[in-house]
């Protein structure tokens, strides 16, 4: 059984930064994809971050520069630093196991969900 857990999230001022955790269990966490992907009321969920198995990443032009995903394949856990946080970065926060850095679904059809964790950014 597939089982994502993210942790990290929390309210912080405009400025500030938060660090994303994400632990993964079920799968063979070093031979797929990961992302980060968020969604705010009333919009889409839309990918933040991709990182691939071999640690190529992929960023959503809005937080380049300031947001870095991460892993750590012998704890089993995908990672987002998220520094410079706006207002507008405040959504409830989802990592992804399978999908592609770009965000698409893979052939193979690994594609899991973790509940998500809220972030607020104050202004």
């Known amino acids: 059984q597939v089982r994502l857990v993210e942790s990290g999230g929390g309210l912080v001022q405009a400025g500030g930064s938060l660090r994303l955790s994400c632990s993964v269990s079920g799968v063979t966490f070093s031979g797929y994809n990961m992302g980060w992907y968020r969604q705010a009321p009333g919009k889409q969920r839309e990918l933040v971050a991709g990182?691939?198995?071999?640690?190529?990443?992929n960023y959503a032009a809005s937080v380049r520069g300031r947001f870095t995903i991460s892993k750590d394949n012998a704890k089993r856990t995908v990672y987002l630093q998220m520094n410079n946080l706006k207002p507008e970065d405040s959504a409830t926060y989802y990592c992804?196991?399978?999908?592609?850095?770009?965000?698409?679904?893979?052939?193979?059809?690994?594609?899991?969900w973790g509940e998500g964790t809220l972030v607020t950014v104050s202004s």
């Open positions: 992804n196991v399978g999908r592609t850095t770009a965000g698409s679904v893979p052939g193979g059809g690994m594609d899991y």
């Open positions: 990182i691939s198995v071999t640690g190529w990443t």
